[in-house]
């Protein structure tokens, strides 16, 4: 199971942290992703982590901006969001794929789900 958490209402330019908890004891073993879907559309990979927190994929609208890690003796994903745009609010997801790589970018390569945790960006 995996439990998104720390969404919110931030002004353009600001931060935030989102974590994603999973329960289990083998969190090393999948490879973990966030995704969002903003309103009226389709959900997007934003962020990719490989199983050992060494290789990592981002998105191009949020290279530079947005950071992904893993601390794996503390079955949690964190998404750290810097300079966010009015553009980046969504429901963010976090999901995580069994023996996967940091190259899944498409949400149907991914076989577990948080629910999600709600973004708004004002400007």
């Known amino acids: 199971q995996l439990q998104a958490s720390g969404g919110g209402l931030v002004q353009a330019g600001g931060s935030l942290r989102l974590s994603c908890t999973a329960s289990?004891?083998?969190?090393?073993?999948?490879?973990m992703g966030w995704f969002r879907q903003p309103p009226g559309k389709e959900r997007e990979f934003v962020a990719t982590?490989?199983?050992?927190?060494?290789?990592?994929n981002y998105a191009d609208s949020v290279k530079g901006r947005f950071t992904i890690s893993r601390d794996n003796a503390k079955n949690t994903l964190y998404l750290q969001m810097d300079n966010l745009k009015p553009e980046d609010t969504a429901d963010y997801y976090c999901?995580?794929?069994?023996?996967?790589?940091?190259?899944?970018?498409?949400?149907?390569?991914?076989?577990?789900w948080g629910q999600g945790t709600l973004v708004t960006v004002s400007s």
């Open positions: 982590i490989s199983r050992g927190g060494g290789i990592k």
């Open positions: 289990g004891r083998t969190f090393n073993t999948y490879a």
């Open positions: 999901a995580a794929v069994a023996a996967g790589s940091a190259y899944l970018t498409r949400p149907q390569d991914y076989n577990y």
